[in-house]
């Protein structure tokens, strides 16, 4: 391919990288995470409600990695209540799964970012073909892909196996019984997955540009080899 177009390819995806490490970092900062709605459950029962009455006792609940709000309902009309994770629900959550998803969210953005400047390095540099170079394009993009993975394996596992926001709509409620009526992920989690596929198509773009996937042996050296090999 010639060096113009692979500079375009390599500008084109640095951009990329650079997008993706700063929609993870807005996305971290949000509370659009999850949303859905949780019913209380008590004051269902206490009522006998059924069909449209149940509507009085349905709330809200939206939240993201550090912070949330859920409008409480039990038939008075709703009341909101703000919460934090750390440190006031880090005894009801599965903390250990909750810290990782924001761990491998800052690994993720550092990684983009790194990428980001290694792809403008190769479009308007001479790097060595070590980590410099496609070898290092090739890691950088597989490391920010496998931590999107990761975190979307984490956090929906903490949402749906260990019931996160059930437990969160309970949250210092007494007598109150509240249980999810629905949930579903939000924007912030689906900018997750549009950059964990986003570094995936950067690793298709190298290969597009001409460069070998690492540890892959080319058609060359096989004959090379067993020319070799003839000799002896």
Request: hydrophobic residues 50%.
């Amino acid at each position: 391919m010639p060096a113009q177009q692979k500079k375009i390819i390599f500008c084109i995806a640095g951009v990329l990288s650079f997008a993706c490490a700063l929609g993870t970092a807005a996305a971290i900062g949000t509370q659009l995470w999850v949303k859905g709605t949780i019913l209380c459950k008590t004051g269902a029962l206490l009522v006998n409600a059924t069909g449209h009455e149940l509507e009085k006792f349905i709330g809200e609940i939206q939240y993201g990695l550090f912070y949330g709000e859920r409008v409480r309902q039990c038939g008075l009309g709703g009341r909101p209540f703000q919460f934090s994770f750390f440190p006031d629900l880090l005894k009801i959550i599965p903390a250990s799964i909750h810290v990782s998803v924001i761990l491998f969210c800052t690994v993720l953005i550092i990684f983009a970012l790194v990428g980001a400047g290694f792809f403008m390095f190769n479009a308007f540099g001479s790097p060595y073909e070590t980590l410099h170079g496609p070898i290092g394009l090739y890691l950088w993009s597989f490391i920010a892909c496998s931590c999107g993975c990761l975190i979307m394996i984490l956090f929906s596992s903490e949402v749906k196996i260990h019931h996160l926001s059930e437990k969160i709509a309970n949250f210092k409620e007494g007598s109150f019984t509240f249980k999810t009526h629905s949930e579903q992920f939000a924007n912030s989690f689906w900018i997750i997955l549009v950059c964990s596929l986003v570094h995936f198509l950067n690793a298709l773009l190298i290969r597009f540009a001409g460069f070998e996937f690492p540890f892959s042996k080319s058609k060359d050296s096989g004959t090379i080899t067993g020319a070799v090999d003839l000799m002896y």
